[in-house]
Nanobody, 122 residues
Framework: QVQLAESGGGLVQPGEALRLSCTASGRNVYDYDMGWYRQAPGKQREFVAGNRQHNGNQLYAPFVKGRFTVSRANAGNTLNLQLNLLQPEDTAVYYC???????????????WGQGTQVTVSS
């Protein structure tokens, strides 16, 4: 069983930055796909950014527009998300996801963290 713990959320002003981290425990996930999703009030959860371990590709949602950077650390067991130039529309709960062979799944080999709140407001 894999547990994911997110950290780094908070309240910032427009244009500022945050760094989110997601650390896995329970087993090594260096060979898992890992990603970040977010859910704003009244909206569906959406993909933000991810890392595909089988080819090392980084994936980003179109709305990221070069502002966010995803990276893995800790021998592949930590997924970081650098959020730059944050805007009010980025306000959401950000969730970490790990899947044995996919992103965003909800099966036996798909895991989700509890989420961390990011609020962007002046």
């Amino acid at each position: 069983q894999v547990q994911l713990a997110e950290s780094g959320g908070g309240l910032v002003q427009p244009g500022e930055a945050l760094r989110l981290s997601c650390t896995a425990s329970g087993r090594n996930v260096y060979d898992y796909d890992m990603g970040w999703y977010r859910q704003a009030p009244g909206k569906q959860r959406e993909f933000v950014a991810g890392n595909r371990q089988h080819n090392g590709n980084q994936l980003y949602a179109p709305f990221v527009k070069g502002r966010f950077t995803v990276s893995r650390a800790n021998a592949g067991n930590t997924l970081n998300l650098q959020l730059n130039l944050l805007q009010p529309e980025d306000t959401a709960v950000y969730y970490c996801n790990a899947g044995q062979d996919r992103l965003g799944g909800s099966g036996d080999k798909d895991y989700w963290g509890q989420g961390t709140q990011v609020t962007v407001s002046s």
